[in-house]
């Protein structure tokens, strides 16, 4: 069971980056799959998650409108767009899989290694 993410990358404020996860090892329509970013000196944040039927989704008031979670089941990938950024999104952004969608981390056992954006002029 991997999960890989991906996309990361130093843009502009008000640009955009699309982030991707990857699965490999497991069938990922399966499962819940959320965005987590870290920012330097703060707690890791749920940013988005997404259900196994699609039919909910989840953001953290922060990116609402900005930022959208979906999927590809035949590609086995679960995509994060990102547009509109700003300063405050540069964090390492992760994705995982579980069972539920919730903000707590300690809920999701599998992790991708996590993939750097850097939102600067």
């Known amino acids: 069971v991997q999960l890989q993410a991906s996309g990361g990358g130093l843009v502009q404020p008000g640009g955009s980056l699309r982030l991707s996860c990857a699965a490999s090892?497991?069938?990922?329509?399966?499962?819940?799959i959320a965005w987590f970013r870290q920012a330097p000196g703060k707690e890791r944040e749920g940013v988005s998650c997404?259900?196994?039927?699609?039919?909910?989704?989840y953001y953290v008031d922060s990116v609402k409108g900005r930022f959208t979670i979906s999927r590809d089941n035949a590609k086995n990938t679960v995509y994060l767009q990102m547009n509109s950024l700003e300063p405050e999104d540069t964090a390492v952004y992760y994705c995982?899989?579980?069972?539920?969608?919730?903000?707590?981390?300690?809920?999701?056992?599998?992790w991708g290694q996590g993939t750097l954006v850097t939102v600067s002029s």
């Open positions: 995982a899989s579980g069972l539920y969608c919730t903000g707590y981390g300690g809920n999701f056992p599998s």
């Open positions: 997404i259900s196994q039927n699609d039919f909910k989704l």
């Open positions: 090892g497991f069938t990922l329509h399966n499962y819940v």
